[in-house]
């Protein structure tokens, strides 16, 4: 079964830092492009980072560039987002999910997400 | 960055009737290689986001055929032919033409 599990989440003080893990299983691992999608409480989905299948290509949206750092370990089928300098508006339910790969383009596969509280 | 805008941001359905949602991106979804990189996913309440469709109008697996997507360029609509019980949630449509991804506002779907 294919299956992503975020792990990492919580309360943070705002300037904090935190790191996400997200722990891949049931596919090959390092065929696959891999994103972190956030979800504010209440509201709508922003995509927040991806990472090519080697680590070679990584992209952030503009708001947590600087600031927030996508990997992978291939060999523990594992994502990481280390986020730094946390604001209060950082915090929401963070999920991992796949890129489909040839000619499936899309979110294919999601975790159940992890939720950060940024938060004084 | 590219605004997607979904229209309506709530849709009363009756059971059984049908249910369309449109969404707009402010320029052009047609990537360099031809393609169009514009999908729609479902997010039932208290559950992650779920692919329904993808580059348009090409269903995902398991996604029941009542639901099409369409559209080109700019336009795109998804429709479900025959709204069920299970298809509560919010619709969102959302582009990976070019960076950063973006997502329309989301859809709410209920049950009249």
């Known amino acids: 079964e294919v299956q992503l599990v975020e792990s990492g989440g919580g309360l943070v003080q705002p300037g904090g830092s935190l790191r996400l893990s997200c722990a891949a299983s049931g596919f090959t691992f390092n065929n696959y492009w891999m994103n972190w999608v956030r979800q504010a409480p209440g509201k709508g989905l922003e995509w927040v980072a991806n990472?090519?299948?080697?680590?070679?290509?990584?992209y952030y949206v503009d708001s947590v560039k600087g600031r927030f750092t996508i990997s992978r370990d291939n060999a523990k089928n594992s994502l990481y987002l280390q986020m730094n300098s946390l604001r209060a508006e950082d915090t929401a339910v963070y999920y991992c999910a796949r890129w489909g790969s040839g000619w499936l383009q899309g979110f294919d596969c999601w975790g159940q997400g992890t939720l950060v509280t940024v938060s004084s | 960055d590219i605004v997607m805008t979904q229209t309506p941001l709530s849709s009363p359905v009756t059971l059984g009737q049908p249910a369309s949602i449109s969404c707009r991106s402010s320029q052009s979804l047609v990537h360099s290689d031809g393609n169009t990189y514009l999908s729609w996913l479902q997010q039932r309440p208290g559950q992650p986001p779920r692919l329904l469709i993808y580059?348009?109008?090409n269903r995902f697996s398991g996604v029941p055929d009542r639901f099409s997507g369409s559209g080109a360029g700019t336009d795109f609509t998804l429709k479900i032919s025959r709204v069920e019980a299970e298809d509560v949630g919010v619709y969102y449509c959302?582009?990976?033409?070019?960076?950063?991804?973006?997502f329309g506002q989301g859809t709410k779907v209920e049950i009249k």
């Open positions: 990472i090519k299948q080697d680590g070679s290509e990584k």
């Open positions: 959302m582009q990976a033409t070019q960076f950063p991804w973006t």
């Open positions: 580059k348009i109008s």
